[in-house]
C-alpha cells in the first residue's frame, strides 16, 4: 500500500503527479484539535528511515481565523541535533478560508534522513487569536501529518490519496489538478475498517478533474470517505466539457463496514457533476397496446439503443414497467427490445410518461446490504452541482433504512446545492435499501437547493424528503416519484417552490408530514402537480399537524388514488384552481379534523368507468372534534359523465356526521354542476339535528348562482330542504322563491326580508304565500303546517322573547295565491327589523312573492 499527495499536475494514473508518504511518522487523527499560538508548538517525536529524501509536508487543518493575519510557519526539526531540516512560511491568508482538510506545505529543497536521529513537527503563528486550528490525536500538539518523500508511484489498491495545492512560501503556491483518467476497477483508500477517517481527500485548494474522451470507461473505486472540503474541488465533467455521450464515468464506494464510506462535500468543498444532456421523461404521443414495441413519444432528445426506460401505470397502480431501448428511430420514435406487458394511454384525461433512467454518470456502492452502502452528504456551506447522473439507490444509503437515513443528505444552508435530471432505479427489495430517503434535506435551516427534472423508481421508503425549515430559497420541480410504499415527496416545510411534482407510488404522492409553520407564504405557488395511484395523492396536514400556511394549487389532477387529497388539521385557506380529480376509490377530496376553508375553481371532480370514485368531496370529521366547514366552488362540475368520467356513487358532496361531533357545512357555488344521482349526501335535518330549529344562516347550506351553469338559476340547499327560485309559478312576475321542506321536524327558512325603523314606530310586513298542489308540473299537495310569517328577534329594538315570534298565518287553501299580513311591535330604538316565511313537511312546497312594506 502506498499513501499519496499530488505535487505537479497530471493524469490520475501518472507516477509523476504523485510523492509516496512516509509510512513511519503518518499520523491521521481527528480526536482533537489545537489552536496554534505565537509559541513553537512540537509535536511528539518520530524518526525518519535512512537515506530517503523528504519534499514537503502535509498538515490536517481544522480552522482558520474568519479575518486571517500574520504569518503561519511549519518546520521539520531533527529533534536530535535541534537542527530545522525544512521550514515554509506562508500567510495565514494563504490558506483555506473554510479551514478543513490536508493542506501541503512543499519544502524548497529535500533533505535526506540518516535513519537514527528523531524529527518532530514544529508550528507557530506570528499573530494572536487561534490563527491556524490544527487537528491532533489525543497527545496534546502531536499533529495529524503526512510527510513525503522524492519516490513517486501512481495509486495502487488501498492507497491513501491527498490532493492539494503546494504552499511553498508566503503568497506562493502551485495549483495542482489531478485528472483522472483510471479505467481499472481497482480499490483505492484505506483496507480495513478502521483506518484513516478518509480514503480521498481533495482539500487545500487542489482539482481532481475527470477526462472527457470519448469511447472512455472512467471508474473511479474506493474505501473510507471522499472528503472533499478547504477549497478543494471535484468535477466530473463541466457544463462546457460534458462526460461525452460515449464515455460513463462511475464512482463506487466499496464499503468495508457500516458507515464507513460516502462522498462527504463538506466546509468550503465544491463537487460538480455533468453527465451527457439527455431528457429525462417525454409523455405518450399514441397509444400503446399491451405487447407493442414502438413507441410514438413528444420527444426522444439524446436518447440511444441500451437505454432503460419505465412506463407509469395506466389503469391500475400495478402496471408500471421498464423496458431496454432497441433502437432510436427517430427524435420521437423508438422501439423496445420486448414488448410491454400492459397497455399505455396517451389521451387525456390520462397522462402517460416515458422515462429514461440511463445517465453516463453513476454513483453506487459495491453491495446490496443496507449497513454498508456509500451515500452522498452535503454540508452546510459547500457547493454541489450535478445533472443528469444516476444513482443505484439499491446500493446507496447511509444505514439500514432507518430514520434520517438517505441516499443524498442535502444540508445546505449557506452553500448550494443543484441535482437536475437525475433519477435512480432499485429493485424495492428490503426494508429501505440501506436509506429511509433517497433524497433528503435535513436540517431546520436549510436553504439554497434546487431539485429540477429528478426521477426515482422502485423504493421502499420515501423518494424525496426535505425536512423542516425556516427557509424558503430553495425549489423542487419536474419531478417525478414512481412506485414506492411510503411517499413520493415528504414536506417537512411548504415554504419553497414546487412545481411540476408527479408521483405514482402506491404510497401517498405528497405528503406535508412535518410541516407546523406558521408563515402564510401566501407568495409561493404550487403548480402543474400530478398525482395518481397512490393511497392518497395529496396530504395537507399529515400526522396531526397544525397547518397554518394559506395555500394555492393551479393546475393539480388527481386520480386513480385511493384518496384523491386529504385535507387534516388545516386552520387556513386552500385554494385550488384549474384540477382534475376523478376516479379515486373513497373520495376526491376528504376534510377533516378542524376548522378549514376550501376554494375550488374551474375544477372537475368525477368518477371514473375504470375506477369509481364514491365522493366528490366528502365531510369527514374526527369524532372528538367540532368542525366548521367553508367550501367555495367557482365553475366546476361534479359527477358529470363524460368519455371515461362518471357520477359518484355515495354523493357529489358527503357529510359524515358522528354522534359525538358537531359539524356545519356552508357551501357557496357559483356557476356549478352537480349530476350525481344524490348530489348531497347525509345533508338532512337527522345529521344536523343538535343545532335545533335555526334558520338557514346559521347553520349548515349549499348556496349556488347559476346552478347547473345555467345563468338566473339560483338555489339553496340546507339540510331542512331546499330553495330555488321558480319561473313557472308566481304571484305577479317571475320568479317567485320556491320552498321544498324535507322534514315536519324542523323548519325551513325563506330568504330574510330586512326594513328600517325608527324608534317608537312599528312596521307591516306583507308576503303572498301559496302552498303547491298535486296537478302542478311535478308536484304534489303541501303536507306541512300552514306557512307563517315570521319576525325576527330583536333585543335592542324591544322584541325580546327567546325565539322568533308568528306575525302571521297563510290559511288558504292548497293552490291559491294569498297575501300574509303582520305587524311588528313599536321599536325602542331606531333599528332593522327581520322577517322571513317557515314551513315544514315531507310533501310538496311553498312559493313566496311580492314583499312589501308599510
Same mark, same amino acid.
Given at each position: ?26 499520523? @491521521? ?64 491568508? @494563504? ?56 519516490? !513517486? ?117 465544491? &463537487? ?69 406487458? &400492459? ?145 413520493? &415527496? ?27 409553520? @406558521? ?25 396531526? !399537524? ?13 386520480? &386513480? ?25 373513497? !373520495? ?77 357545512? !356552508? ?19 337527522? @345529521? ?167
Amino acid at each position: 500500500m502506498a499513501d499519496l499527495i499530488s505535487v505537479q499536475s497530471g493524469n490520475f494514473t501518472t507516477a509523476a503527479t504523485w510523492a509516496q508518504v512516509d509510512t513511519t511518522s503518518k499520523l @491521521d487523527s481527528e480526536a482533537g484539535n489545537t489552536a496554534v499560538s505565537t509559541t513553537n508548538l512540537d509535536s511528539s517525536t518520530f524518526v525518519l528511515p535512512a537515506s530517503t529524501t523528504f519534499t514537503g509536508i502535509a498538515l490536517k487543518l481544522a480552522a482558520r481565523a474568519a479575518s486571517p493575519s500574520g504569518t503561519f510557519t511549519v518546520t521539520l526539526r531533527d529533534s536530535t541535533t535541534s537542527i530545522d531540516k525544512a521550514s515554509v512560511t506562508v500567510n495565514v491568508s @494563504d490558506l483555506p478560508a473554510s479551514g478543513l482538510g490536508w493542506v501541503y506545505f512543499k519544502f524548497a529543497s529535500g533533505f535526506t534522513a540518516n535513519g537514527t536521529d528523531s524529527y518532530l513537527v514544529r508550528v507557530v503563528c506570528s499573530a494572536t487569536g487561534s490563527q491556524v486550528t490544527l487537528y491532533r490525536n489525543a497527545t496534546a500538539n502531536n499533529w495529524s501529518r503526512r510527510i513525503t518523500n522524492a519516490a !513517486q508511484g501512481p495509486p495502487i489498491a488501498g492507497s491513501h490519496l491527498v490532493i492539494a495545492n503546494s504552499l511553498t512560501g508566503a503568497g506562493a503556491s502551485t495549483a495542482i489538478t489531478v485528472t483522472m483518467d483510471n479505467t481499472a476497477t481497482t480499490s483505492f483508500g484505506p483496507t480495513v475498517s478502521g483506518g484513516p477517517p478518509q480514503g480521498i481527500v481533495v482539500s487545500g485548494g487542489g482539482t481532481l478533474t475527470w477526462g472527457v474522451a470519448a469511447s472512455t470507461a472512467y471508474y473511479l473505486k474506493w474505501k473510507g470517505i471522499m472528503l472533499v472540503c478547504g477549497d478543494g474541488t471535484v468535477n466530473v465533467g463541466s457544463s462546457g466539457a460534458r462526460i461525452d455521450a460515449t464515455s460513463s464515468a462511475v464512482l463506487e464506494m466499496d464499503s468495508v463496514a457500516a458507515l464507513d464510506t460516502k462522498i462527504f462535500v463538506s466546509t468550503g468543498g465544491t &463537487f460538480n457533476g455533468y453527465g451527457a444532456i439527455k431528457t429525462p421523461y417525454v409523455t405518450l404521443a399514441a397509444d400503446m397496446a399491451a405487447a407493442a414495441t414502438g413507441v410514438v413519444t413528444s420527444s426522444a432528445a439524446g436518447w440511444l439503443a441500451g437505454d432503460v426506460v419505465a412506463f407509469n401505470p395506466s389503469g391500475t397502480a400495478t402496471t408500471h414497467e421498464q423496458r431496454v431501448i432497441a433502437t432510436v428511430v427517430s427524435t420521437s420514435s423508438i422501439t423496445l427490445s420486448t414488448g410491454v406487458t &400492459f397497455a399505455h394511454n396517451s389521451a387525456a384525461p390520462y397522462t402517460g410518461y416515458v422515462m429514461n433512467f440511463t445517465r453516463n454518470i453513476t454513483f453506487r456502492g459495491t453491495t446490496t446490504t443496507a449497513a454498508n452502502h456509500g451515500n452522498l452528504t452535503i454540508d452546510t456551506t459547500a457547493t454541489v452541482h450535478i445533472e443528469y447522473a444516476y444513482f443505484d439507490i439499491d446500493k446507496l444509503g447511509n444505514g439500514a433504512g432507518t430514520i434520517g437515513s438517505s441516499c443524498i443528505d442535502i444540508k445546505t444552508t449557506t452553500g448550494s446545492s443543484t441535482f437536475k435530471g437525475c433519477c435512480g432505479v432499485g429493485t424495492f427489495a428490503g426494508t429501505g435499501n440501506g436509506g429511509a430517503y433517497i433524497m433528503y434535506v435535513s436540517g431546520a435551516a436549510s436553504n439554497n437547493w434546487t431539485i429540477d427534472l429528478c426521477m426515482y423508481y422502485n423504493w421502499n421508503q420515501r423518494m424525496f424528503y426535505w425536512d423542516s425549515t425556516t427557509g424558503t430559497a430553495w425549489t423542487i420541480t419536474n419531478c417525478i416519484a414512481m412506485h414506492s410504499t411510503n411517499d413520493g &415527496f415528504a414536506a417537512g416545510s411548504m415554504g419553497g417552490t414546487l412545481n411540476g411534482l408527479r408521483a405514482f407510488t402506491g404510497g401517498n404522492g405528497v405528503n406535508t408530514v412535518n410541516d407546523s409553520s @406558521d408563515s402564510d407564504y401566501s407568495a409561493t405557488s404550487f403548480d402543474s402537480w400530478e398525482l395518481a395511484y397512490c393511497t392518497i395523492g395529496l396530504l395537507i396536514g399529515g400526522n396531526d !399537524q397544525i397547518q397554518r400556511q394559506i395555500m394555492v394549487f393551479s393546475n393539480l389532477k388527481c386520480y &386513480f388514488n385511493t384518496t384523491g387529497i386529504s385535507l387534516s388539521s388545516i386552520t387556513r385557506k386552500i385554494t385550488i384552481n384549474t384540477c382534475s380529480i376523478f376516479g379515486n376509490t373513497t !373520495q376526491g377530496i376528504l376534510v377533516n379534523n378542524a376548522v378549514r376553508y376550501l376554494e375550488i375553481n374551474s375544477g372537475t371532480i368525477a368518477g371514473s368507468s375504470v375506477i369509481a370514485q364514491a365522493n366528490g368531496i366528502n365531510i369527514n370529521p374526527s369524532t372528538s372534534l367540532t368542525s366548521l366547514v367553508y367550501l367555495v366552488l367557482n365553475n366546476t362540475t361534479f359527477g358529470v359523465t363524460s368519455g371515461i368520467l362518471s357520477d359518484h356513487g355515495t354523493g357529489d358532496i358527503s357529510l359524515t356526521v358522528n354522534s359525538k361531533t358537531y359539524t356545519t357545512l !356552508q357551501v357557496w357555488a357559483n356557476n356549478c354542476t352537480f349530476a350525481s344521482a344524490t348530489q348531497f349526501a347525509n345533508f338532512t335535518y337527522v @345529521d344536523q339535528q343538535n343545532q335545533g330549529d335555526l334558520i338557514d344562516k346559521a347553520g349548515s347550506f349549499v348556496r349556488m348562482q347559476n346552478y347547473a351553469q345555467t345563468a338566473g338559476d339560483h338555489r339553496t340547499f340546507t339540510p331542512r330542504g331546499n330553495i330555488q327560485l321558480d319561473t313557472a309559478i308566481y304571484h305577479t312576475a317571475s320568479p317567485s322563491e320556491r320552498l321544498i321542506p324535507n322534514t315536519a321536524s324542523y323548519k325551513l327558512a325563506s330568504g330574510p326580508q330586512i326594513a328600517a325603523c325608527g324608534s317608537g314606530t312599528a312596521r307591516v310586513f306583507n308576503a303572498w304565500i301559496r302552498t303547491s298542489t298535486s296537478t302542478d308540473a311535478g308536484g304534489a299537495n303541501y303536507t306541512g303546517n300552514a306557512p307563517r310569517l315570521m319576525l325576527m328577534k330583536n333585543y335592542s329594538m324591544g322584541q325580546q322573547t327567546t325565539t322568533n315570534i308568528a306575525l302571521a298565518t297563510h290559511t288558504a287553501t292548497t293552490g291559491v295565491w294569498a297575501q300574509v299580513s303582520g305587524t311588528c311591535t313599536a321599536a325602542l330604538e331606531d333599528g332593522v327589523w327581520e322577517v322571513y316565511v317557515d314551513c315544514d313537511g315531507t310533501a310538496g312546497w311553498v312559493n313566496v312573492d311580492d314583499w312589501s312594506v308599510s
